[in-house]
């Protein structure tokens, strides 16, 4: 176990590219990987390479975010990139929102035991109507299309707010439809694993 948790964070480590990791990241990789099969989170075999990868997205997906002070993730999955923020800008009111019970649970259990303070965990599937809107920024990584999320994300979202994501070639298509909101900025992920975008809600 020590030397796997090893060996991811020297991956970690590499992705970063000599930036600063957030405190308590080694303490959250740990936690991945002694989760990693329960909550089938990758591939026992790339494990090191898929927790890299989502932390450093989640990382560079951070810098898209602006200033906002209360954010909600959407299918928050393992924690990318919440968590990953939470632990960049401790002073966030940062909201994980996750329907899978198990996912739900690892959130949960990874928060406290990184004694983690304003973050929640809603074990829901966010909705245009959920509770305790509106946010400054949303996000969500890998949960759907764009035409999809994207209403989601406009009844949760305050007026001049900014919704975040990572997403592959031809996004731009997936925005048919989705009023309200207008390309921000854009970077590349690295690695061809696409962009981390921001839209602006105007509406």
Do not use: C, N
Not at 16 to 23: K, N, Q, S, T
Not at 47 to 66: F, N, R
């Amino acid at each position: 176990m020590k030397d796997k948790v090893g060996e991811v964070w020297k991956r970690v480590l590499t992705e970063l590219g000599g930036a600063e990791p957030p405190e308590k990241l080694r303490e959250y990789v740990d936690e991945l990987v002694r989760w990693g099969d329960r909550i089938h989170l990758t591939g026992r075999e790339r494990m090191a390479d898929a927790i890299a990868a989502q932390i450093s997205d989640s990382m560079i997906m951070l810098e898209l975010a602006g200033e906002g002070a209360r954010i909600a993730d959407i299918g928050s999955g393992a924690g990318f990139p919440g968590i990953v923020w939470k632990l960049a800008r401790p002073g966030w009111d940062v909201t994980l929102f996750e329907r899978k019970e198990r996912l739900a649970s690892f959130l949960e259990r990874t928060a406290a035991i990184l004694g983690l303070q304003g973050i929640s965990v809603r074990a829901e599937e966010a909705t245009p109507e959920t509770e305790g809107t509106p946010f400054d920024v949303v996000t969500s990584k890998a949960a759907g299309r764009l035409d999809e999320i994207l209403p989601i994300a406009a009844g949760m979202i305050r007026r001049g707010g900014v919704y975040v994501t990572a997403k592959g070639e031809g996004w731009e298509r997936e925005m048919e439809g989705a009023a309200g909101f207008s390309p921000g900025r854009r970077v590349s992920l690295g690695g061809g694993r696409g962009e981390a975008i921001s839209l602006l809600f105007d509406r």
